[in-house]
């Protein structure tokens, strides 16, 4: 029987075990955690991103502030508020949402921010970290799907598992985590747009963690009966029936891949209020000095 995981009840429950600790801490006379979030321009994307991660801010008990600036902010603004974000002893950690404008060079600002504060887990210390197991913080995509692995109790180790996509934030953390023992443990697979085996790939996995940014990609003949099929594609779509006009469009085919699956994430409520939960966790860590 086909089970679907819950990325949404997950995250609430994990959000009010966060709540539950800060409670502590702060009964104890330590410091409410704080996240502040920069974000630049006004992409539709990135706007709902925010707001949520806002949002779920005030329901972990933590502080939040929001800087925002103009889409024709310049590089030395951007590093200079993101040197100031470094040095408030306020601040546990910060984000600045991507993407950012062209005129901008991403990695400049990603390098920028202080690594003990950089609870994206973006930075190439943090990146370099995770590659080799050591503590650290982790981008928060890939950090949500093994958390919801593990909390539904799906068998990861020496499974072969196919991840589509290699973007630094989602697909390659994602394949690293995969094959760790003390996270997947699994037998690792990654593909991407070029890969001509793609498809047969796919057959014969056991668990397949969709994250091209293709909708619609990922269709029932490429999938075996049996498996764990993880959607992380969040590609908005114009739909004038549903709120805002636009809906969230995964990378699956669920209608027609669901039926063979033993375990699927739904888009949207499976990985994208997983990631919002794992950011959380990471501005816990923050606020605790638990890596760093
Ligand atoms: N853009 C898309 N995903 C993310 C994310 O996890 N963090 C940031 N900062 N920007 C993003």
């Given at each position: ?41 006004h ?26 600036f103009?889409?024709n902010?310049?590089e030395?603004?951007?590093?200079a508020?993101v ?14 949402q ?6 901008i ?8 921010v ?8 973006f ?15 982790i ?58 085996s ?39 779509v ?18 027609e ?18 990631t ?17």
């Amino acid at each position: 029987m086909m089970q679907l995981i819950d990325g949404k009840a997950t995250a609430t429950a994990i959000k009010a075990e966060i709540a539950e600790e800060v409670r502590q801490i702060v009964a104890n006379g330590g410091k409410q955690p704080h996240l502040a979030a920069v974000l630049v321009g006004h992409d539709g994307g990135s706007e709902t991103y925010v707001k949520n991660k806002v949002i779920a801010c005030e329901q972990c008990g933590f502080k939040s502030t929001l800087i925002r600036f103009e889409e024709n902010v310049t590089e030395a603004e951007l590093l200079a508020c993101v040197d100031k974000l470094n040095k408030d002893e306020d601040v546990d950690g910060f984000i600045v949402q991507l993407p950012l404008p062209k005129h901008i060079d991403e990695q400049k600002i990603v390098e920028a921010v202080d690594y003990r504060k950089d609870v994206d887990g973006f930075h190439p210390i943090n990146v370099g970290r995770m590659a080799i197991g050591l503590p650290c913080f982790i981008s928060a995509t890939p950090l949500g799907i093994i958390t919801l692995l593990q909390r539904y109790g799906i068998p990861t180790s020496g499974k072969k598992c196919v991840v589509l996509g290699r973007s630094n934030i989602v697909g390659k953390p994602m394949a690293q985590l995969m094959l760790q023992k003390q996270y997947g443990d699994a037998t690792v697979t990654v593909c991407h747009s070029h890969s001509p085996s793609l498809k047969d790939d796919c057959r014969e996995a056991d668990i397949i963690i969709a994250a091209i940014g293709r909708p619609n990609f990922v269709t029932a003949d490429m999938v075996k009966e049996g498996a764990v099929v993880i959607d992380v594609g969040t590609t908005r779509v114009e739909d004038p029936t549903h709120k805002g006009g636009f809906r969230l469009n995964g990378d699956v085919k669920f209608d027609e891949v669901a039926p063979k699956c033993s375990f699927i994430t739904p888009v949207p409520g499976g990985v994208g209020p997983m990631t919002i939960c794992s950011l959380m966790k990471n501005t816990l860590s923050a606020g605790k000095k638990e890596f760093y």
